[in-house]
């Protein structure tokens, strides 16, 4: 079934700990996000890449970082996991060209920083 | 600055109709989406507006005014599946999603 696949589901991670949450999409689609949703707030942009090899900040982006190095992937990394950083993490993707392209969403990954 | 406001709870009758505003202001437009998010899931796409007027798909409708930076979705014949949460994002000048906090919407029988 094509869609995004994102993992792990769900972590427990120790202040300090570096952690990759995985991203891989079969749709072919050249632009990929990710965001963080938090209790109260919309989603918020950490990362976004449009096209393999190009990356771009988003609003959050302190404390992160990504990497695109073909279509299919889209890797986010906590270098040093912080407690603020705890928050569902929703990979996304979407068909370059034309606003009424709509991003599809990952199942999300549930991070939790003690 | 670019700024999505839209109410933080609803609650209406299974059977009934309720209407989620909206109002965006971003720089520059280039159309409003609506997302449906039940709790502990990912949002799903359900409209897309660019133009000014009503979309119609099947209990779902979504309105545009652009001049008034102003949307709304309709939902008619609600059902218990209903109770969601409902996103309004903006898609700015760099097809960027500047995403509102969302409505949850309570459905009572």
């Known amino acids: 079934i094509a869609g995004i696949t994102q993992a792990p589901t769900s972590q427990i991670l120790a202040a300090g700990r570096r952690m990759t949450l995985r991203c891989t999409q079969d749709m072919r689609h050249n632009a990929m996000y990710w965001y963080r949703q938090d209790l109260g707030l919309g989603l918020r942009l950490i990362h976004y890449s449009n096209t393999a090899g190009t990356t771009g900040k988003g609003e959050v982006p302190d404390g992160y970082s990504v990497s695109r190095a073909n279509t299919d992937d889209f890797p986010l990394t906590l270098a040093s996991a912080v407690p603020s950083q705890t928050s569902v993490y929703f990979c996304a993707s979407r068909v370059s060209g034309g606003g009424n392209q709509p991003q599809h969403f990952g199942d999300g990954t549930r991070l939790s920083i003690l | 600055g670019q700024n999505i406001d839209q109410p933080t709870e609803m609650t209406a009758t299974e059977g009934a109709i309720v209407q989620i505003n909206c109002t965006y202001q971003?720089?520059?437009?280039?159309?409003l989406f609506w997302y449906q998010q039940h709790a502990g899931e990912a949002p799903t796409f359900l409209s897309y507006?660019?133009l000014d007027g009503l979309e119609e798909k099947g209990r779902f409708s979504s309105f545009l005014s652009r001049s008034k930076g102003y949307s709304y979705l309709l939902l008619k014949e609600l059902q218990m599946k209903d109770s969601a949460s409902y996103l309004c994002a903006s898609m700015d000048s760099n097809y960027q999603l500047i995403w509102g906090a969302g409505t949850k919407l309570i459905i009572k029988p």
């Open positions: 971003t720089s520059g437009f280039n159309g």
């Open positions: 507006n660019v």
